[in-house]
């Protein structure tokens, strides 16, 4: 199972659209390699969407929530590294025109708003780059 992270889950609600699988609080994460990139790392009432599944599921059922690991580093990417490299270029590009160290910052956290809109904007599509599979606990 290299390249997954998984995580235990209950099914909460099941719909046309999909699954709710709610996370299983883990000690295990706390020493798991990929904690920093896990969307699931943070236990607390998480809730995971499932679209793609097989077989037969019901409420209440225990089940496994898999996710790549490419998926954490595609968080990170989108979530961390393009805001802080946004933010940098802008402090750069504003320091070489001669711009005051004050309206640089602020001109720099000023092109986050339109960074995290645009993010929000293609939520949905983002959604389905972070799709999880599940399989029933065994």
Same mark, same amino acid.
């Given at each position: *199972?290299?390249? #997954?992270?998984? &995580?235990?889950?209950?099914?909460?609600?099941?719909?046309?659209?999909?699954?709710?699988?709610?996370?299983?609080?883990?000690?295990? $994460?706390?020493? $798991? &390699?990929?904690?920093?990139?896990?969307?699931?790392?943070? *236990?607390?009432?998480? #809730?995971?969407?499932? &679209? &793609?599944? #097989? +077989?037969?599921?019901?409420? +209440?059922? =225990?089940?496994?929530?898999?996710?790549?690991?490419?998926?954490?580093?595609?968080?990170?990417?989108?979530?961390?590294?393009?805001?802080?490299?946004?933010?940098?270029?802008?402090?750069?590009?504003?320091?070489?025109?001669?711009?005051?160290?004050g309206i640089g910052g602020l001109l720099a956290l000023a092109i986050l708003v339109p960074y995290y809109f645009i993010l929000f904007l293609? %939520?949905? %599509? *983002?959604?389905?780059?972070?799709?999880? #599979?599940?399989?029933?606990? =065994?």
């Amino acid at each position: *199972m290299s390249g #997954e992270i998984t &995580h235990t889950g209950i099914i909460k609600k099941l719909s046309e659209k999909g699954i709710i699988v709610g996370i299983i609080n883990e000690s295990a $994460c706390a020493s $798991c &390699h990929a904690q920093g990139s896990c969307t699931a790392a943070d *236990m607390k009432d998480k #809730e995971v969407e499932i &679209h &793609h599944f #097989e +077989g037969n599921y019901s409420v +209440g059922q =225990q089940v496994t929530v898999i996710g790549k690991t490419s998926q954490g580093f595609k968080a990170l990417l989108w979530g961390y590294l393009m805001p802080f490299i946004l933010l940098l270029t802008v402090l750069i590009i504003t320091t070489s025109l001669n711009i005051s160290e004050g309206i640089g910052g602020l001109l720099a956290l000023a092109i986050l708003v339109p960074y995290y809109f645009i993010l929000f904007l293609f %939520r949905n %599509r *983002m959604k389905k780059t972070f799709e999880f #599979e599940i399989k029933p606990l =065994q």
